[in-house]
């Protein structure tokens, strides 16, 4: 029964003759669930053993081809993993490391690859096989880094396939390696037909047509993203469901607690701490909200905080879970450690939340003109500000449609407030600047205001004082006309006061522009800009790249967990009556919403230096560092956005020079040439034929791409997503939503505001299960879980075999630390008011690195949450 292992121990083959054996050390993980075994299938997975049903792996040559098949490399001899009955699972999920022994012969010569059978019941996780003495190669190991789930064999069609960490390009490839190459990447591409199971390594695209349940009722239904003119949208990863009965265009949806079974390519699932992490802090904070118990507590409470110290119990005092059985219920098959993770029970209560950073150190300064000036250019969304170029600032909206939207403000509003400048002075000085949200949100705002949400466009201006901070000077609250969309807007203009009525009006208007600026934060600056932007470059490399092509290496580590995120949200946030149309102003009309902006979007724009050419913040400069000069030098986003996004630039242009020596190399890649036309025309298809897509002709044009991919997926998300808690878990800060309209004079808010002002601020904005509910969701979102890598990091030191590539990465990780210090430094000098504000919270948003948890700061490498 044991022949096969004590031969390979023994040196020996069959007959007793001696031959050279070639040792290896596999490194996997094997199954596990919220850190504890799947111990039914271990004990399966031993009985398999004893009866010979083992893991086994064969080496392929990477220089010689079998003799009846002069294409493909050699295959060697199988050889099975050792002492798996012997060695010990762990409770935790931690690496297991097998030896195996291979028969060597001679014809194999250099393995490029090896093909791996998993007889046992149930999958593990593959992480790196490393090769010793291989003759011809006895001054260094070849390693393999897997990082993938083997499924058991009768869930493939063949052995899988495992290349070395060698990258080679589609021309360089070893000619034995070829047919391999491309076999694999015809199984990931997959036939388009059937519904995706768990096991299925399909990378494929789809519409976001699985965001409704029309089978409910036509108020669940909503339109099909992408593939349309009027819907627009980029590609998501495809699940294969079978259709819904009342639209044979939509997807059906998934049972709610199954949610975290939606397909998506195994690969790209969570791994074992993100999951416990997920489930651990994601549980604790969305489910409850979907328990009868919690709407009797709300009940209970009353749906409208009293005042602001109310608001505040949320973080100081909690509430106690109410008695019941459904809570234990719904949880039996969580292992009781992770129960107490999920529902705590101890005395601080089950909805205290943390503080939020911006109420840590001072409870008020969120309400003064300068922090909320301040957050624009160092808050959770930095990168809706411009510089005003026009006075007053036009509307590019279709004026056959809408009439004349451009705005009211006039000079009388502000010219007492702008340091004695005359209009074309402050113009010319680059001192006025806008928050615009009035084009993006006209369009739909009668829609939206016909339901629950009582919301305006807004227009707000600002001024550039002498110590480089902002001082808002107005704000345009603007409706659609009440005879109709083409006569315009109805717009009431607002400056700043502070004591009395008026002072309570400005606090309101100001809310107003929190809610528009959160709203399209989240549906813009953070899911459609980066969340749905990237996914379909995740599907496309894929695809098209084979693991063992540079760019395929120089991406792999900015799309973890993309896709799973990704497939969540559709599932729980973006969805018909999913989290984000319960908390977010537009409502059922988000998704739809961000489509209408998508619209507008520009691949070249995402570059940081392009980004703030076209909203004003930086005018052309070749003498300055980033051929660009900031207009505003206190800008915390765009400085350590800068030094972030060259430090990418330059470890890109390190990185592919060495394998591109020419322009001919990238015009002569089939791979990439593949690559680049699929991101195009079927991931973002529907902007196929824009202009401004770089041509994919030239180095630069490889270098450039690569580079706005990995600032989308690492620090443009960092810099959006994990400000997320400390500037807006305090709501009041960034209301998501407004109830009712600014109120008029004359009536009983209006006399309210002359006794109770923060009463009708509170009716204005959120209600205390929207709170509640949007706190839960932005404390997941904000977290950095156990396992996180961030930029700069790798998961293993042997990603490549190039010690060319391995020093630039060196490189690149030193100037990211040098980011660091520069970061901590400016935070420090009291020069830049920007940096941290009334509030005294620092600007840290694009600091590379962060512990677990809720730190306001790192960049991890990718779109991970």
């Known amino acids: 029964m044991f022949k096969g292992v004590v031969n390979a121990l023994s040196g020996k083959n069959g007959g007793g003759e001696s031959e050279k054996k070639i040792k290896g050390k596999v490194v996997l993980m094997n199954k596990n669930v919220l850190d504890f075994n799947d111990f039914g299938g271990s004990v399966l997975d031993g009985l398999y053993e004893l009866i010979g049903q083992a893991v086994t792996l064969r080496l392929i040559s990477s220089v010689h081809s079998e003799g009846n098949n002069m294409l493909k490399g050699k295959v060697g001899k199988a050889a099975e ?86 990258a080679y390009l589609p021309s360089q490839t070893p000619p034995p390696l070829v047919p391999y190459r491309e076999e694999e990447l015809l199984n990931l591409r997959g036939d388009g037909t059937g519904e995706l199971q768990e096991w299925d390594r399909v990378y494929d695209y789809a519409y976001y047509n699985d965001l409704g349940s029309p089978d409910i009722g036509k108020d669940s239904a909503r339109p099909i993203l992408g593939g349309s003119s009027q819907y627009p949208y ?69 749906n409208e905080f009293k005042s602001f110290e109310d608001v505040l119990q949320i973080y100081e005092g909690g509430f106690k879970l109410p008695e019941g059985p459904l809570f234990e219920n719904l949880f039996n098959n969580v ?58 600032p036009k509307s590019n909206l279709e004026t056959q449609l809408y009439g004349n939207q451009s705005s009211k403000i006039t000079w009388d509003h502000i010219k007492n407030e702008v340091d004695g400048l005359s209009l074309e002075k402050a113009l010319e000085t680059n001192r006025l600047f806008i928050l615009n949200h009035h084009d993006s949100l006209m369009p739909y705002l009668r829609r939206i205001n016909n339901t629950n949400t009582k919301m305006y466009a807004t227009r707000t201006l ?83 790249l084979s693991v063992m092509h540079p760019i395929h290496k120089l991406l792999y580590p900015h799309f973890r967990d993309t896709m799973n995120i990704n497939a969540f949200a559709r599932q729980v946030l973006v969805s018909a009556g999913g989290i984000i149309e319960e908390i977010i102003f537009p409502g059922r009309y988000a998704m739809e919403l961000s489509s209408f902006i998508y619209k507008d979007w520009n691949f070249r724009d995402q570059a940081l230096p392009a980004d703030l050419l076209k909203r004003g913040m930086a005018v052309e400069d070749p003498n ?44 002569d890649d089939t791979e990439l040439q593949s690559w680049w036309k699929e991101i195009r025309e079927k991931g973002h298809g529907d902007k ?94 904000s977290r950095h879980t156990s396992d996180e890598i961030y930029l700069g990091q790798r998961d293993t030191p042997v990603w490549t075999k190039d010690e060319a590539v391995l020093a630039a990465f060196e490189r690149f990780g030193k100037k990211l630390g040098g980011v660091e210090r520069k970061i901590m430094e400016m935070n420090g000098d009291e020069k830049w008011k920007n940096r941290v504000g009334p509030a005294k919270l620092p600007y840290t948003l694009l600091y590379p690195t962060s512990e677990e948890g809720l730190t306001g700061r790192g960049i991890p490498n990718s779109t991970s949450i």
């Open 688 to 781: 196929k034929d824009a202009p401004w897509w770089p041509k994919m002709h030239t180095r630069k044009d490889l270098i450039d791409s690569c580079a706005i991919i990995i600032w989308i997926a690492s620090a443009l998300h960092a810099a959006i997503n994990f400000g997320q808690y400390p500037y807006g878990g305090y709501m009041p800060n960034h209301p998501t939503v407004s109830r009712q309209l600014m109120p008029e004079p004359g009536s009983q808010d209006y006399e309210l505001l002359k006794t109770d002002p923060d009463k009708v601020f509170l009716k204005t904005i959120m209600s205390r299960l929207q709170m509640l509910l949007g706190v839960a969701v932005v404390e997941i979102l």
């Open 234 to 302: 980029p590609r998501r990863g495809r699940t294969g469901r079978p259709p819904t009965r009342k639209d044979p265009n939509s997807e059906s949806r998934i049972p709610l607690l199954m949610t975290l079974n939606i397909y998506v390519p195994r690969d790209e699932r969570f791994g074992h701490l993100k999951q416990s992490d997920f489930l651990g802090y994601g549980l604790k904070s969305v489910t409850q909200f979907l328990l009868p118990e919690f709407t009797d507590l709300i009940a209970t409470l009353g």
């Open 81 to 166: 993993l050792e002492r798996w009955i012997t060695t010990i699972t762990s409770l935790k999920p931690e690496d297991l490391t097998y030896d195996v022994t291979f028969d060597w012969d001679e014809e194999i010569g250099i393995p490029g690859a090896f093909l791996i059978k998993n007889s046992h019941f149930t999958e593990f996780f593959l992480k790196t096989l490393t090769l010793e003495g291989v003759p011809g190669h006895e001054h260094a190991p070849i390693h393999f880094v897997c990082n993938s789930w083997v499924y058991p064999s009768n869930k493939y069609k063949s052995d899988r396939i495992f290349f070395s960490n060698q």
């Open 335 to 392: 292992p009781p450690e992770m129960f107490k993770q999920i529902l705590p029970r101890d005395n601080e209560g089950f909805f205290k939340y943390p503080m939020p950073d911006i109420i840590k150190a001072d409870k008020t300064a969120w309400r003064t003109d300068e922090e909320f000036a301040r957050e624009m250019v160092a808050g959770k969304n930095p990168v809706a500000i411009s510089r005003l170029q026009e006075f007053p």
């Open 462 to 544: 600002l001024f550039l004082q002498n110590d480089g901070s902002l001082r808002p000077l107005a704000i345009e609250l603007s409706l659609p006309h009440p005879d109709g969309d083409e006569h315009g807007a109805v717009s009431q203009v607002y400056t700043p006061a502070h004591d009395g009525v008026d002072g309570s009006i400005w606090q309101l208007a100001k809310a107003y522009v929190g809610v528009s600026d959160s709203g399209l934060h989240e549906l813009i600056s953070h899911w459609l800009h980066t969340h749905a932007a990237i996914e379909p470059v995740v599907i496309s490399t894929n695809r098209q």
């Open 624 to 667: 300055s560092p980033h051929g660009i000069r900031l207009v505003m030098e206190d800008y915390p986003y765009a400085v350590d956005g800068l030094q972030i996004w060259s430090a990418i630039n330059t470890w890109v242009d390190d990185y592919c020079t060495l394998y591109y020596p020419s322009d001919e190399a990238v015009k």
